[in-house]
């Protein structure tokens, strides 16, 4: 079974900039595309960015206005998304999750998801 474990989240205030980190372990060959999303409460969810893990095709969603990052490290079998120019809208759980299916790439229904990690913009 692939798990995705996310780390880096916390308090920060506008303007500020963080990077979120997604470990992955347990089966990630079978894994092709991974990505990013977040649900604020009451919201649904948004996808946010994925890549395929070989870093040949990546795509962030329009609504990020280039605020926004998407990479990886192989070597150490991990993703992140760094955030700049933080905004309080942006308060959500941040999730990555993983998929066997390129057409992921931009988004929908993931096969395999992590505990999502808290990030909050005070203003």
């Known amino acids: 079974q692939v798990q995705l474990v996310e780390s880096g989240g916390g308090l920060v205030q506008a303007g500020d900039s963080l990077r979120l980190s997604c470990a992955v372990s347990g089966g990630s060959f079978s894994i092709y595309v991974m990505g990013w999303f977040r649900q604020a409460p009451g919201k649904e969810r948004e996808f946010l960015a994925g890549?395929?893990?070989?870093?040949?095709?990546?795509y962030h969603a329009d609504s990020m206005q280039g605020r926004f990052t998407i990479s990886r490290d192989n070597a150490k079998n991990t993703l992140y998304l760094q955030m700049n120019s933080l905004k309080p809208e942006d308060t959500a759980v941040y999730y990555c999750?993983?998929?066997?299916?390129?057409?992921?790439?931009?988004?929908?229904?993931?096969?395999?998801w992590g505990q999502g990690t808290q990030v909050t913009v005070s203003s």
């Open positions: 890549m395929t893990l070989n870093g040949r095709s990546t």
């Open positions: 999750a993983a998929d066997r299916r390129i057409s992921r790439l931009r988004g929908g229904s993931y096969d395999y």
